[in-house]
């Protein structure tokens, strides 16, 4: 069984999915080795699927996503889906094209091209990957979203299932967004919200597709030649 298929185009896509982000926040009251291994207060709230929190600034104004999901398969596996950006095409709806290369300064570039409606979706971002502690940035420098940044933590609960956060701090939506846009911010707020969706639902699947598909033809991480 091939683990790389076309997704559907249904799902709402990613505005900004590139090197997907760490909500930076602690796991508390976890006990690993635990009953099952998700002995704190999110489990129950979990169980059906993700949660998001819609953030605001000071004054209002919409400024952040924060997700998490409970995954059933090894930390190892979403990890290794969510830093093979090579293989997003795969599994990410929308995702026209990616590419990966190093910069000047020897850090890791993605370039991405999104087929999402109304906003106009290519960038680049600058990523910065941490295997020790699996946590990732990402930071748009040029294009559409460039200002946004994101950040990703997998944590692990026991040896079959993890957790992961995100966060997503999109910037400078296309001028078609800002134009149609209420007071209330209602259609940013939308598409933010269903990006950083569709984007963790993406990751959970594939994670555990490939923990049910080993033993497995490996799938190559390719990060920057």
Known sequence: MSLCRPPTRRAFAPLAAAALAVLLVAVPGRAEGSADGRADELTELLKKG?????????????????????????????????????SYRCFM???????????????????????????????????????????????????????????????????????????????????IVSTLDDDQQTLTIGVSVGSVFSTTRALKARAEQLARNRPMQPTATIRAP
Not at 122 to 134: I, L, Q, R, S
């Open 50 to 86: 993700p949660m998001a929190r819609v953030d605001t600034d000071k004054n209002g104004r919409f400024d952040a996503v924060l997700s998490v999901v409970d995954v059933d398969a090894p930390a190892e596996d979403l990890w290794r889906a969510l830093t093979a950006f090579d």
């Open 93 to 175: 709806p929308r995702i026209s094209s990616v590419g990966v290369r190093r910069g000047d300064d020897g850090g890791i570039l993605v370039d991405w091209a999104i087929d999402t409606p109304l906003v106009a979706t290519k960038y680049t971002n600058t990523v910065t990957v941490n295997d020790g502690t699996m946590t990732m940035t990402a930071r748009t420098i040029v294009g559409d979203m460039v200002g946004s940044h994101y950040e990703w933590r997998v944590v692990k609960l026991s040896s079959s299932t993890c957790r992961m956060f995100h966060g997503a701090w999109p910037r400078s939506y296309a001028a």
